[in-house]
């Protein structure tokens, strides 16, 4: 009996070491290097993208900028790596960069096989194909035999294929490795037609073409697209935190909480929820996270709140001019939808 007794405890002070050993690796680089790093996409306009100063700016920007803000104090400590579609995962792996915020499809074989922690979904998307106005195409199903630019290396490859041949179009993929090349292709009369997520086809419309009037995106969505931000197994403590960023923004659009009002709200609210999220009041969420109480309000006031986010990069009233769609709260006819603060 002794004997058992000792070799189960040699065996959970076994795995108590591995997990130790394993907890808070990438967490410890990043604040040791006192800078987060990010993948994200090498130029896709209202998602990561460069302006005219050479800021790098979009939704998934955003992100990396509010996870810095939360782990660093401070949504400016970051360093942006500009990855293609097949170099991002093995970047990811290596650990050249610390979290992948490049539009990337939660699948199963992505999430169970590549040594990585989808954080959540960032953007519900779907795959479309857009097409020259002069063609008078309405519907995907009339691209029967159509050539079709695609990126390499992507699900849009794979459900491409899926979707010709479960509707008999013999479709004729033309296909890229980089994303510049395939618009170039596709604008160039080189393709018939041009797929991709509806976001990507919205945003290379309005930044590529040379009148987007002369594009269209036609109706059918072929595809689930889940997009989101992915960080490696291993640190735990790292992937608590780049889960519950997301969700703290999209739990300060439930509440109200704002860039601009975050301050005074953490101040004044006396809702509970505001006051836990905000670190407001007594209880400390932060301290599970191993973090600050006030750690989820630096998310908030460096990068606004989810609604904020998307307004401002794809929105309707930027030249991407994306309907909140699938992507609205919950409360308001959408898909996002945050686990409670608490």
Partial sequence: MSRLVLTAAIAAAGLLTSTAALAGKDLDAIKSRGALVCGVNVG??????TDSQGKWTGLDVDYCRALAAVIL?????LRFVPLTAQQRFTALQSGEIDVLSRNTTWTLTRDVSLGMHFAGVSFYDGQGFMVPKSLNVKSAKQLKGA????????????NLTDYSRANNLQMKPV??????????????????????DASGLASIR????????????????ISKEPLGPAVRRGDDDFFGIAKWTLNALLEAEEYGITQANADQMQKDSKNPGVMRLLGGGTEDTGKLL??????????IKAVGNYGEIFERNVGEKTPIGLPRGANALWTQGGLMYAPPVR
């Fill in 73 to 77: 104090g401070d949504g400016n400590k």
């Fill in 290 to 299: 191993g973090l600050d109480k006030s750690w989820a309000l630096r998310a």
């Fill in 44 to 49: 896709l306009a209202g998602f990561s993208a």
């Fill in 206 to 221: 309005s930044k590529e073409a040379k009148n987007p009037a002369d594009h269209v995106i036609l109706p059918e969505l």
């Fill in 147 to 158: 050539t079709v630019c695609v990126q390499s290396g992507t699900t849009t490859e794979l």
């Fill in 175 to 196: 296909v890229f490795e980089k994303l510049e090349a395939s618009t170039e292709a596709y604008f160039a009369g080189r393709c018939q037609a041009y797929t991709t």
